[in-house]
């Protein structure tokens, strides 16, 4: 199921948690963590056929319309003082909606899967 590039792609996102959360300031500080979300998102599975591919085409659309919305609305709610918290960062969106649509995908996925083996 996992090839040494989603190995890798854990690894950069393990190790890009932390350098994101301890140096919040430091301009770069994602890029490992952006790196392994892509990693883990983009590549093949083993036996990759028209359904993953699909899935993995709606998984993303699916989280960039989940995430624009949700961007919209802590933008709207920090305006009006109500939220502290607003994701207008650019970097902040592509690892919302990588970790989205890596969620929706391996859902749908093993969900179809175990679906058509029981």
């Known amino acids: 199921m996992f090839t040494i590039t989603k190995y890798v792609g854990a690894a950069l996102v393990l190790t890009g948690l932390p350098l994101l959360i301890l140096q919040h300031a430091t301009l770069g500080s994602e890029l490992p963590l952006i790196t392994g979300l892509f990693l883990i998102f983009f590549t093949k599975e083993k036996n990759e056929d028209e359904r993953s591919q699909q899935l993995r085409a709606s998984a993303l659309m699916i989280s960039f319309v989940v995430g624009y919305i949700f961007e919209i609305g802590t933008t709207y709610l920090y305006d009006k003082g109500i939220s502290p ?34």
């Open 85 to 118: 918290f607003q994701l207008a960062h650019p970097r902040y969106f592509i690892i919302f909606v990588l970790t989205l649509g890596i969620i929706i995908f391996y859902t749908k996925l093993f969900a179809t899967a175990y679906s058509k083996s029981a």
